[in-house]
């Protein structure tokens, strides 16, 4: 691969803010075909970047990663200027009881959802995504959602979503990446507001597998620790 074609691969990452290590780049070049037409070319670069660990795929710049005291709860509140590139560890709707969302996930198994007061059958694969993911019940997805960031750094902080942002909710896949700009840190919390987060996607398939299949059990251990009582 010349030099050019190398440079505006690396170029069409970084105007997302995705700034790939030598050591990925590297290995993406040895798995591509010779001769790739150069729009395909970026394209698989962005796909294959956006399913990795940003931790050991991107270089960690200290303007695209949170400051050294970013857990420091005694700082009641700041802005970060950004952008900072985060990927999505967990998710959890705090807006519905968690037996309500055990419930909505024994629906889905049943294929059944909501839809208005009316119950109806969903064929399987019906409200799939264009990447296969299937789409939560309308009534578990409206938040608001307590999630567990990760920067390339590996600083793990928690984010509140008080407000609705499109592609953030319970239904995402787990590892998909997004960029804040201009967010508030309370306390070291982030909270979250649709102008301020850009969901560029992606996933993690392991951890998005793992988080999917153990969700229920989860919720279920969560209500019973905490003394929900399940209706019905």
């Not at 399913?51 to 949170?66: E, K, N, R």
């Not at 005291?69 to 700041?78: C, P, Y």
């Not at 309500?100 to 119950?119: F, L, Y």
């Not at 998909?176 to 201009?182: E, F, G, P, T």
Request: charged letters at 25%; proline letters at 6%.
């Amino acid at each position: 691969m010349s030099t050019s074609i190398l440079a505006e691969v690396t170029q069409h990452l970084s105007a997302r803010h995705l700034h790939p290590s030598p050591q990925w780049l590297q290995t993406f070049i040895s798995t591509t075909r010779p001769n790739t037409p150069l729009p395909a070319l970026k394209s698989t670069a962005l796909f294959r970047l956006l399913a990795t660990d940003i931790t050991t795929s991107l270089i960690p710049h200290p303007t695209s990663v949170f400051p050294p005291d970013i857990l420091n709860a005694k700082i009641q509140s700041r802005y970060l200027v950004g952008p900072v590139v985060c990927q999505v560890l967990d998710i959890e709707d705090v807006g519905h009881s968690r037996w309500s969302q055990v419930e909505a996930i024994e629906a889905k198994e049943r294929g059944e959802m909501t839809k208005g007061r009316e119950i109806v059958r969903v064929v399987p694969g019906e409200n799939d995504d264009s990447n296969g993911n299937s789409s939560e019940p309308a009534a578990a997805s409206k938040g608001p959602f307590k999630s567990l960031l990760q920067d390339a750094k590996g600083v793990q902080i928690y984010a509140y979503d008080l407000r609705g942002i499109e592609g953030l909710n319970t239904g995402m896949s787990i590892g998909a990446k997004i960029v804040l700009r201009a967010v508030e840190v309370r306390r070291a919390v982030v909270m979250l507001e649709p102008g301020v987060v850009q969901v560029l996607g992606g996933r993690i398939e392991a951890l998005d597998r793992v988080w999917k299949e153990g969700r229920k059990e989860r919720l279920m251990a969560a209500a019973k620790a905490g003394g929900e009582v399940r209706q019905g």
